[in-house]
């Protein structure tokens, strides 16, 4: 028993990995496996959209839902996994996730037709749900608090390079064959990045919080302005994002350009930008306050999307380079900011983040393509400048009431 004179007990040191550990090394190749193998699997048709689109006699805009279909599997799922990984455990969870989405994903380039593609897709939606659902938590269960955002940023870029790698390995595979052979490649490709995550991921090193009852921490996110702004601009921006990715593929086969399948595929070389975009954001964080960086980064994407609306194919590139860069490092900050913002129910933030982002990539990604049926892609590029717009409009609003950029997010 201590004595008025004796110090006082010492906390106990975290047992969170701090940086450049071989315990932080390891939970970062093993979520940037995760990432890779989701979104190598999500993102794969959309390279495929104007092939899908003929075999199967539909518009670009019905095409879009190959994409759309898995997002909104993914959108659904992301609360689910979310209370599970709260029962079985955050790695548990994850495991399950990640190998019934390679599952489905061997199964899908057997669909006789497009309907049951799209049914295949949200189940692989829904099984994919299971990582964006659950990484951003776990990861702050692995790593200090001190190095969380550069880890956030290390899982986004697994993220992005899984998507490039989906996009162009599928469309180089389709090209000699056809997209069915296209996803099975991507398939055996996401479950060799499966068994390095299943191998790698460590166990988290505290354990979760307790959480209240469903709808109450749901209901006490959704009253939450600076929750809910984070949601809307997920949203916004990703819908935005998507759409542009689903319909640049359709115009740049179009005049002036006529590129073939596998050379649109290489624009998804721009996804490299994000990759280094949402590690490197974090630089200029603490200058620019999470806000005024992603009103930034909103700028910037809209003077890279002004830019693909040029003939020239190395204008667009660039342009496609900026809006990339700056989507990713937007995304970064607003996804590992929202959750600081909970009061309560935190560990449900990146799920509800998550239905916000890709129900943003299902709708909007689809409005982009009625847009562009009528007015192509300078259409298509007005609605993605009014989404970030409002996205940007909405992040101002919140620090303006929070006092100011620099003062919303202490």
Not at 79 to 94: C, N, T
Not at 113 to 132: D, T, W, Y
Not at 285 to 296: D, K, Y
Not at 307 to 336: E, K, N, R
Request: hydrophobic share 55%.
């Amino acid at each position: 028993m201590s004595g008025p004179g004796d110090p006082p007990p010492k906390a106990a040191p975290d047992p969170r990995a701090p940086a450049n550990t071989p315990a932080y090394r390891r939970a970062m190749v093993a979520l940037f496996c995760a990432g890779l193998a989701t979104f190598i699997q999500l993102y794969s048709p959309q390279g495929l959209l104007p092939d899908i689109a003929r075999e199967f006699g539909i518009s670009a805009g019905t095409s879009s839902w190959a994409v759309g279909a898995a997002t909104i599997g993914v959108a659904a799922g992301v609360l689910p996994w979310a209370r599970l990984s709260d029962r079985i455990g955050r790695v548990r969870a994850m495991r399950w996730a990640v190998l019934a989405a390679v599952v489905v994903g061997l199964v899908l380039p057997l669909a006789p037709s497009f309907e049951v593609l799209v049914a295949i897709r949200v189940l692989e939606g829904l099984a994919l749900a299971g990582i964006p659902a659950i990484a951003v938590t776990a990861l702050a269960e692995m790593v200090r608090p001190a190095v969380l955002g550069v880890a956030i940023g290390t899982y986004i870029a697994g993220n992005t390079v899984g998507g490039l790698t989906g996009r162009i390995i599928a469309a180089e595979a389709a090209e000699p064959w056809d997209w069915r052979l296209g996803l099975a490649v991507v398939a055996v490709l996401a479950a060799l990045c499966a068994v390095g995550f299943l191998v790698l991921v460590p166990p988290t090193a505290v354990r979760p919080a307790a959480n209240p009852p469903l709808l109450r921490a749901v209901l006490a996110n959704l009253r939450n302005p600076g929750v809910m702004v984070a949601i809307a601009q997920a949203f916004l921006l990703m819908g935005g994002f998507v759409a542009a990715y689903n319909y640049l593929t359709f115009r740049l086969q179009q005049p002036p350009f006529g590129l073939s399948l596998a050379q649109v595929s290489w624009i998804f070389l721009a996804y490299l930008a994000g990759a280094a975009a949402s590690r490197w954001v974090w630089r200029i964080v603490p200058r620019l306050s999470p806000t005024g960086t992603v009103l930034l980064s909103a700028a910037v994407m809209i003077a890279g999307l002004a830019l693909t609306l040029a003939p020239s194919l190395p204008l667009v590139i660039v342009g496609l380079v900026l809006f990339t860069g700056a989507f990713f490092a937007a995304h970064s900050v607003t996804s590992a900011v929202a959750p600081r913002r909970a009061t309560e129910g935190r560990s449900l933030v990146p799920p509800l983040y998550n239905l916000g982002y890709y129900s943003g990539s299902s709708l909007l990604g689809w409005v982009g393509g009625l847009f562009f049926a009528v007015w192509e892609w300078p259409g298509t590029v007005g609605m993605i400048a009014g989404s970030t717009l409002l996205g940007a409009a909405l992040a101002w609003g919140y620090a303006i009431r929070r006092g100011g950029l620099l003062m919303a997010d202490r």
